[in-house]
């Protein structure tokens, strides 16, 4: 890759830490939270996880220097690691559906109706992805701790301390209201993204050396860990001081809290407390439809001219607003898009380790067909889902939209190698 490796132990667990502490992480917790108590951290807690899985491969991933779509493009041709960065891509329209969400909920605090604010935030997106403005990243990083600190504020002002020391325990007891097929979908999709995701990938590559690389993993999963008890503590000891109103939506209550922190919506440093949660909403949102148009720039699918660039965000934009006026509870929405991606990607990658390893090779052509078979599934499963919420194959969306592109990407995998083997070489010898 283009980048050097640079990056030392706190810096390596602070950029895999905020790739995924963001409004999807907060407000997505506490939304469950309000219903599952403690066990509305399951995501937060299988970020942390998934990171320490990680370790598994991180040696493998630095050595090669290497992203996903790169390593199996360099075996299996062009058009797989074509297919895998638009599956990536793909997967970014449920993260950006999630800001579009998170904004509009933000603004619903301050009395502004959700539909409008899901459109007027679009159209902001779009416009700011469009301007040089990178380079002020860590402006909504640091907004997003300002609001770290401030939810540790109200967790002391709500007397939630205890809560929180006492969450782990909690957690586990509180997962018993959580149906066995969707704790594995949800825990699955989540642990397996992280392992295959390009976005952290990229920062295990940066690390200075192996030593570096493993304890900034370390560091990043107990950070998360820890992190991740904080908004269903906070949603659980407002719950019992009763300052949240009746009728209040899972989605606004760290919002609300924050405000309450500031005195009120009507007051100067309540409004600070909220925009300083919307901006980086803006950032983020912003930020994932510039990543979204420059994947699929790269592979030059279309000509590159100006007015394709404006196209391509457009669409984007179009596909995730889509999305985010269809519904549903945060976390739910951005694992069904991780489970779309690892469902398309998990067998094609597992069949180039275990080629690897040199145990077994399997044909280009096998590959091909179970990424290409996969994805479908997977698509078109969460393609399902959201026409009938209802559909049950393994017993939760998360796990039917994962489960089937595993399925039929193994399935396909070991048909075309039975095809390339014995049917293609038959044919060859008769010749």
């Given amino acids: 890759m283009a980048q050097n490796p640079k990056l030392d132990v706190f810096s390596l667990a602070a950029v895999l830490v905020s ?9 997505g917790t506490a939304e469950l939270s309000l219903t599952l108590g403690a066990a509305g951290s399951l995501y937060a807690v299988s970020l942390g996880l ?63 109706p959700t539909l409008p604010s899901m459109v007027v935030l679009t159209i902001l997106f779009t416009i700011i992805s469009l301007l040089p403005l990178e380079k002020f990243g860590w402006i909504f990083r640091g907004l997003l701790i300002l609001n770290f600190l401030a939810l540790l504020y109200g967790l002391y002002r709500l007397h939630g301390l205890p809560d929180y020391v006492r969450s782990p325990l909690e ?16 825990t699955l999709s989540t642990m397996l993204l992280i392992i295959l995701d390009m976005r952290y990938q990229q920062f295990v590559l940066q690390a200075k050396d192996l030593q570096t690389l493993y304890k900034g993993c370390i560091l990043a ?13 906070i ?7 009763g300052i949240l109103p009746p009728d209040i939506d899972g989605k606004e209550i760290l919002p609300f809290i924050l405000s309450w922190i500031g005195g009120g919506t009507d ?14 909403a803006l950032g983020v949102g912003s930020n994932i439809l510039r990543v979204q148009s420059k994947t699929v720039l790269d592979f030059n699918i279309i000509p590159t001219f100006k007015f394709n660039q404006l196209l391509v965000v457009i669409v984007n934009a ?16 951005i694992v069904f898009f991780y489970a779309v ?27 091909r067909l179970s990424l290409i078979v996969s994805s479908m599934s997977a698509m078109s499963t969460l393609l399902l889902t959201f026409v009938n919420p209802k559909i049950s194959i393994f017993g939760s969306a998360e796990l039917n939209i994962l489960g089937l592109g595993i399925l039929f990407g193994l399935l396909s995998l070991l048909v075309g190698q039975v095809i390339e083997n014995y049917l293609l070489a038959s044919n060859v010898e008769e010749l």
């Avoid at 949603?235 to 001081?241: D, N, Q």
């Avoid at 007051?267 to 980086?280: H, M, W």
């Avoid at 067998?347 to 052509?365: D, N, Q, R, V, W």
């Fill in 19 to 27: 790739a995924h502490y963001g409004l999807g992480f907060l407000l």
């Fill in 50 to 112: 998934g990171t320490i899985a990680l370790l598994g491969l991180a040696k493998f991933y630095w050595t090669k220097g290497e992203q996903i779509w790169t390593l199996l493009g360099s075996s299996y041709g062009n058009g797989v690691k074509v297919l895998v960065g638009l599956m990536s891509w793909s997967s970014l329209i449920g993260i950006e559906a999630v800001q579009i969400i998170s904004g509009a909920f933000i603004l619903n605090v301050l009395g502004m």
């Fill in 171 to 186: 957690f586990t007891e509180s997962l018993q209201q959580v149906t066995l097929p969707t704790k594995l979908g949800i």
């Fill in 221 to 233: 999963a107990i950070s998360l860990l820890l992190l991740a008890f904080l908004p269903s503590s």
């Fill in 235 to 241: 949603v659980i000891a407002a719950l019992r001081s």
């Fill in 267 to 280: 007051k100067p440093l309540g409004i600070f407390l909220i925009a300083s949660l919307l901006i980086p």
């Fill in 318 to 333: 179009c596909l995730s607003l889509a999305v985010a006026l269809n519904g549903g509870a945060i976390i739910n929405l």
């Fill in 341 to 367: 991606y690892v469902g398309a990607v998990f067998i094609p990658f597992a069949a180039y380790l275990i080629a690897e390893t040199g145990y077994y090779t399997f044909s280009k052509m096998s590959v």
